[in-house]
């Protein structure tokens, strides 16, 4: 085949993908996501088709098309790997398993090879991180990684294997639950009393579905339910605020991006708990008069998909959802499954409406809240999985029983995703008040120097603070607990994390798209060794300025693994500092500066480069 | 609801229900700096530049809805220190050579700089990208060195001139302002939109060709008055 042949682009399919999608402007994601799938990649021509299909500019389409890392203006192997780089993988082996890649596939990160059958990537946090080092290759996940397995599957796909023949032999033959579960373990070490014990079916609903919504919404109100996405809103507020908003159409949306860093919960539930969900969106559909709901899941949960829609098409063939949910006439309620395309700021609630909508996935402006204008400008609740799963819980066992476990102010149970330098990564189900310590122990995590609680826009706390509480007070967090040990690089991390913010930032606004660039290349300077004290100063005072302009809550709090470091680790950064000597600039590198020059002049620095003579 | 009255920097402000802060602001002859938002355009919110305390929050005051009673801050030196960092931001991310561009003393960015009191470099690094001019089109010229993506052109074309010929394309630091085609030759845009006029682009990145220097330096926007003092002379009034 040659090379034209291999990357061209079909413009009667890319039609047809359209006239799938209704031509709609608002399916414009699932457009692109389609074409990619078929052909690897967007082409200039394939925007062109798309936007006339489609009635949009073709520089609308390649707004989409280019702020969604999983969509791609150059073409992509038709097997595309992609590595999770995150802190944690590199710390369990990734390094090795790179190389193992680009040697046995002959290409180099960020390439694809010339014969069109192979691309190598790296994306952030796939969820996969008590199991790292973790990979997506098209569909399909793949787990704990080593130099002898990435062997043994690039002959395999080299020697014709889809990569869903990696997972198992008869994978078609298995249930979309089977095959989930030979990808990704579960490794659930806790079941708590709400969500991963014993769960009746529908109970929650069924009792839902005998009270006015306005019972329902008192319920959520009394059981102390704050969302676990992060913010911890009161669910019961949030829900009356949009039972109260007069509108034709209303909507529910389940937000399945899960993107922070070190965060898993939300990929158990969908695997364990996938109808308990679904549960949760109907008894909030039912409460706030919704009869349009979507599940927003993340790119990278794409081998959940089939999973999903299994349990939709079953629940909608037993009458939980559609016309008379339970035969309780003029309760209609349904869902669609939104599929995202790799960006982390997605799993902003504005963002996020904003990918449902078919736009790149920049947040809104705030006022007005998605409770009086969402998706396409009507009221939407947009809450966190792990939200609606406790809503549905509530709903069966009481208001009363969610609210006696916990604390004062952070009530019931709450998923904690352990990774990193631990025994026992895994989730544990857990009533909220316990101390960073207390989960260590549980993890096998003891010897920890550093925790890092709610990911990198959480906090990175010290050995002499573990006794913090894991509460919305104290230590909030979406879920994540990330563990590193005391051999770990608290500046590597940090930078990590700080670049991470860079690739995620949708570039909106001024403070988070440069800003952040700024601390990045500050930190990076420490870690040279090159930094002077005058620039603890300067990395306060610039995260200061970012945090305070920034317009969503990925800039407010995308300083924080620096300042939270800075308080609790003031060491790791005094350590690399160096006084000023005689005027000159630490920073500054003569061969460096000159390097342009020498490249535009073509011949050496007869002064500077010390082996001219040679 | 009727109107009602709020204060910025402890002067009373009567606003009409639905306005922003900063058109409550304008009417009164209170300016709020600012730099993506333009009068007759949309609201975008992307600059920061506008940032004020409102109630003790830091809002954009050209998206923020003014509300009774509201105790706005706007020219604090707390303010003013967070606006000249994103001032100095602006600059540092793209190309800016002010005694060679055509904008110099026209231009919102420089004048917003000296306005605010910038007189020296900042402690920021230069990302000294590399970006391409576009001068395919026979009357007009874009040299994305010294774009700022406020969108304002973005905007203007879309809801004024009703072609849609800019839009953003990419992500975080790779965002930028793109034509609706491979370049500007293969749009239909003409020398006589509104997206082109002076007034829309801030900077010297839109250029109509064969118009340079067409007012000389020492006859230009912000070489007698202050960046805002058009609005400014209103209270005075
Ligand atoms: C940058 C950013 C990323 C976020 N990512 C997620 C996410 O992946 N999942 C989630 O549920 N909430 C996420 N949130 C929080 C959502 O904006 C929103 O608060 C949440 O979905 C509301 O649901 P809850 O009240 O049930 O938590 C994120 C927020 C920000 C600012
Ligand atoms: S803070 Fe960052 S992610 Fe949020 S709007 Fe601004 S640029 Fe986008
Ligand atoms: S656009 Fe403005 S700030 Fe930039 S170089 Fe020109 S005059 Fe200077
Ligand atoms: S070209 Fe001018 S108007 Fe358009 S975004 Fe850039 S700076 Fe703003
Ligand atoms: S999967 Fe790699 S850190 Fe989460
Ligand atoms: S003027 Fe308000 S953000 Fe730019």
New binding site residues.
């Given amino acids: 085949m040659t090379q034209a042949s291999t990357f061209e682009t079909d413009q009667d399919q890319v039609a047809l993908i359209c006239e799938r999608h209704q031509k709609d402007p608002h399916r414009m994601l699932d457009i692109l996501r389609d074409v990619q799938d078929q052909f690897r990649w967007i082409s200039r021509e394939t925007m062109a088709t798309v936007a006339g299909k489609t009635g949009l500019t073709q520089v609308a389409v390649e707004g989409v098309a280019s702020f969604y890392a999983f969509l791609s203006l150059t073409p992509r192997g038709r097997v595309t790997i992609r590595l999770c780089d995150d802190i944690v993988d590199r710390f369990a082996g990734l390094p090795a398993v790179v190389e193992a890649f680009e040697n046995a596939l002959g290409i180099a990160v960020g390439q694809t090879s010339a014969d069109g059958a192979f691309s190598l990537e790296y994306t952030p946090c796939i969820g996969l991180c008590d199991q790292a080092p973790a990979a997506m290759i098209n569909d399909v996940v793949l787990t704990g990684l080593t130099p002898e397995k990435v062997r043994e599957m690039v002959a395999a796909l080299k020697g014709g294997k889809r990569p869903e023949d990696l997972i198992s032999h008869r994978f078609d033959a298995l249930s979309p639950y089977e095959r989930a579960k030979r990808m990704v373990k579960n490794n659930v070490r806790h079941a708590g009393a709400v969500l991963l014990g014993p769960v009746p079916e529908d109970a929650g609903l069924m009792k839902a579905l005998a009270q006015t919504p306005a019972a329902i919404i008192d319920q959520i109100a009394a059981s102390g339910l704050r969302g676990c996405g992060g913010a911890g809103f009161t669910t019961g507020m949030k829900w009356r605020f949009a039972e109260q908003a007069e509108a034709d159409r209303k909507f529910i949306i389940c937000n399945a991006d899960e993107g922070e860093p070190g965060t898993f919960k939300d990929r158990v539930l969908l695997t364990e708990r996938p109808h308990l969900l679904i549960e949760g969106m109907t008894i909030a559909a039912r409460a706030v008069g919704a009869r349009e709901g979507i599940l927003y899941l993340r790119g990278e949960y794409v081998y959940l998909r089939p999973l999903i829609e299994e349990v939709l098409a079953e629940r909608r063939a037993k009458g939980l959802l559609g016309k008379a949910i339970m035969g309780v006439e003029g309760f209609d309620f349904d869902i669609r499954l939104q599929m995202g395309a790799g960006a982390y700021i997605c799993g902003e609630e504005g963002a996020l409406i904003s990918s449902c909508e078919g736009l790149p996935g920049e947040p809104k402006t705030r006022p007005p809240f998605p409770v009086t204008c969402g998706y396409l400008g009507f009221p939407t609740v947009v809450n966190n999985v792990e939200t609606f799963c406790h809503a549905a819980r509530i709903l069966d066992c009481g208001a009363q029983w969610f609210f006696d476990m916990g604390t004062e102010g952070s009530h019931g149970t709450k998923l904690f995703s352990v990774s990193g330098d631990c025994i026992n990564p895994g989730i544990y189900e857990l009533p909220y008040g316990l101390s960073v310590r207390a989960l260590l122990e549980m993890a096998g995590g003891e010897d920890a120097a550093a925790v890092l609680v709610g990911g990198p826009s959480g906090t990175m706390i010290a050995r002499d603070t573990f006794d913090r509480k894991l509460t919305f007070d104290d230590l909030a967090t979406g879920g994540a607990i990330v563990v590193f040990s005391p051999e770990r690089n608290i500046l590597e991390i940090v930078e990590y994390y700080m670049s991470f913010f860079v690739h995620e930032s949708c570039g909106y606004c001024t403070p988070c798209r440069v800003g952040n660039v700024f601390l990045q290349k500050a930190v990076a300077k420490f870690r040279q060794g090159l930094a002077n004290p005058a620039d603890i100063a300067y990395l306060k005072d610039l995260s200061a300025t970012i945090i305070e302009t920034s317009r969503c809550g990925l800039g407010m709090t995308s300083p924080n693994p620096i300042l939270s470091t800075l308080e609790n680790f003031p060491l790791v950064y005094s350590a690399m500092v160096k006084p000023p000597k005689d005027r000159i600039r630490a920073t500054f590198d003569i061969q460096s500066a000159i390097s342009d020059a020498r490249v535009l002049a073509k011949r050496r620095s007869s002064i500077y480069d010390k082996d001219f003579t040679k | 609801m009727s109107g009602f009255s709020f204060q910025i920097d402890g002067v009373e402000v009567t606003a009409k229900p639905g306005q922003t802060i900063m058109e409550a602001a304008d009417e009164v002859g209170i300016y709020i700096p600012r730099l993506c938002d333009h009068e007759g355009l949309r609201h975008q919110g992307g600059c920061r530049v506008c940032t004020v305390k409102a109630g003790g929050r830091s809002v954009a005051a050209c998206t923020q809805p003014a509300a009774p009673d509201l105790v706005v801050e706007n020219e604090t030196p707390h303010i003013n220190k967070l606006r000249r960092d994103l001032v100095g931001m602006l600059f540092n991310e793209g190309n800016h050579l002010c005694p060679i561009c055509e904008a110099s003393g026209n231009c919102e960015l420089q004048a917003m700089a000296y306005r605010l009191g910038m007189t020296e470099p900042t402690k920021f690094p230069y990302l000294e990208p590399c970006r391409p001019v576009d001068a395919s089109h026979p009357d007009i010229a874009?040299d994305n060195n010294r774009?700022?993506?406020?969108?304002?052109?973005?905007r203007a074309s879309q809801d004024v001139d009703g072609k849609g010929i800019?839009g953003y394309v990419g992500r975080g630091i790779h965002r930028h302002?793109a034509a609706n085609g491979p370049d500007l030759r293969h749009t239909d845009a003409e020398v006589t939109d509104f997206a082109i006029s002076a007034e829309?682009?801030?900077?010297g990145?839109?250029i109509r060709k064969r118009e340079g220097f067409a007012r000389p330096i020492g006859e230009r926007d912000y070489d007698d008055h202050l960046i805002g003092y058009d609005i400014e002379k209103k209270r005075d009034e």
């Avoid at chain 2, 774009?147 to 973005?154: A, Q």
């Avoid at chain 2, 829309?200 to 900077?203: A, I, K, L, Y």
């Fill in positions: 874009l774009c700022i993506s406020c969108g304002r052109c973005v800019f302002i829309v682009c801030p900077v990145c839109i």
